[in-house]
């Protein structure tokens, strides 16, 4: 049987049975702190290295990843952001990583554990000056997650938006791990890690990870991403129609960011994976995991 405990004092909540356990920060953007699925942590705290610097299974919205000083145009209008990422001078992951978020809904059987948590903004934000919820729902089973999100223009205007999820995980050997996905195209990075083009690649066989160190971007042809360890496989999915990858090594061993977005560094200028959002309309997008042993 799952159980969910609600730390109100702490703001954090923890979902256990026999071979699942995770913990979700409610005042760090409802991110994913840790997570063992089949009695395999593949999501563990990253200490010393602390959330404000590794962004940890942070929600990336409204936008991932960077844009370039902060600068953007929108419909005719300039706006721009605080840059939070000081040393590159870009805006960086968004608005609702430091966000508190609300429980809205919690449910537990014997196969599952089911979380609903909300943020609403009401306020009109320097950069991008819209109202908008955010409603992430959280499904934990034996061998899955699912994390749905559902994001509303609460506003009178449309806004444009991206999408992402920055989770890091662990790997008994990360030598001896691998990554597999289909891309035919690899986002070229120049200074300040912004987007300046696009290289064609191929990716469809497997690649060892084997001590490369990465802060890389792809273009995928597929909404599929499979992380091959030692202990165990994990395969990714989503829905929606723009898929790209952001895997990056943070300086913690045996630990890589494999993050899926709907978008890339400065979407908001080049126009990569960018949407919008009509007043009253919603968006939607499930990622899942799903783990095998090995």
Not at 34 to 51: A, C, F, G, Q, V
């Amino acid at each position: 049987m799952y159980t969910i405990k609600n730390d109100q004092k702490l703001g954090v909540l923890e979902i256990k049975n026999a071979d699942t356990y995770a913990k979700i920060y409610l005042n760090k953007g409802a991110s994913l702190q840790e997570l063992t699925l089949n009695d395999h942590e593949i999501i563990k705290d990253l200490s010393p290295l602390s959330y404000a610097d590794t962004y940890a299974s942070s929600i990336l919205f409204p936008f991932a990843n960077r844009i370039k000083d902060g600068k953007y145009t929108f419909e005719g209008e300039d706006f721009q952001f605080e840059p939070n990422q000081k040393e590159e001078n870009n805006a960086l992951h968004g608005l609702v990583y430091n966000k508190t978020f609300e429980v809205i809904d919690i449910s537990s059987s014997e196969n599952e554990a089911s979380l609903t948590l909300e943020y609403n903004e009401a306020n009109k934000y320097i950069g991008f000056p819209y109202t908008y919820s955010i409603q992430l729902k959280y499904i934990f089973r034996k061998e899955n997650l699912e994390l749905n999100i559902k994001v509303k223009n609460t506003d009178v205007k449309t806004f444009p938006f991206t999408l992402g999820w920055h989770p890091y995980f662990t790997s008994d050997n990360l030598f001896e791990s691998s990554l597999q996905f289909d891309s035919t195209e690899k986002v070229i990075l120049g200074d300040r890690n912004i987007t300046i083009g696009t290289d064609n690649i191929d990716t469809t066989e497997t690649f060892k990870i084997a001590g490369q160190q990465f802060d890389d971007c792809w273009i995928l042809n597929s909404d599929q991403i499979i992380f091959r360890t030692p202990e165990y496989d994990l395969k990714f999915n989503a829905t929606g129609n723009n898929n790209f990858l952001q895997v990056y090594t943070p300086p913690k061993e045996n630990t890589i960011a494999i993050e899926p977005t709907t978008g890339i560094s400065d979407s908001f200028n080049n126009g990569i994976g960018l949407e919008t959002l009509k007043p009253g309309d919603s968006y939607s997008l499930t990622w899942s995991l799903h783990i095998n042993s090995n």
